[in-house]
């Protein structure tokens, strides 16, 4: 079963805002999306659910699960659709191009971690007796 990591009502506390109406789901895809490309690189301690142990490590991943999906709010995209497929976009004397080839959305901002995010994983109470940004061991 898939770790959700922060609760609407977190994202609540954590925005100051309303959360729209699809968000357990984006608090879901977020935080599969940081488990897939920032936490299963880090060290801590886990529960037998596999979640943080450490309160302050867990609260960091609720606020960074948080951050993302605020940012998938304000972006109006979480899955990185709205990036696919543009070739050329003009407004006024500016034109940006790209090959209208990209179908994956993978240079969307959508699939970038939120600096917000990442600001919540660098936290100075994130020590390192706690947690190591980017350290695997097996």
């Known amino acids: 079963m898939a770790r959700i990591y922060a609760t609407s009502a977190e994202y609540t506390a954590y925005t100051g805002q309303t959360p729209p109406s699809d968000i357990d789901q984006q608090l ?20 037998e659910d596999g979640y943080p142990s450490n309160a302050t490590v867990r609260s960091a991943f609720s606020d960074a699960v948080c951050a993302q999906a605020q940012w998938w709010d304000e972006l109006g995209d979480s899955t990185g659709a709205a990036g696919v497929g543009w070739g050329t976009v ?49």
Do not use: H, N
Not at 33 to 40: G, K
């Open 28 to 47: 879901a895809d977020a935080s599969r999306m940081l488990e897939a490309q920032v936490f299963r690189l880090c060290w801590y301690e886990v529960d």
């Open 90 to 138: 003009k407004l006024g004397s500016a034109q940006m191009s790209r090959s209208v080839t990209a179908t994956s959305g993978g240079a969307s901002a959508a699939r970038e971690i939120a600096p917000k995010a990442m600001d919540a994983l660098l936290s100075m109470d994130l020590t390192p007796d706690i947690f190591r940004m980017g350290m695997v061991t097996s």
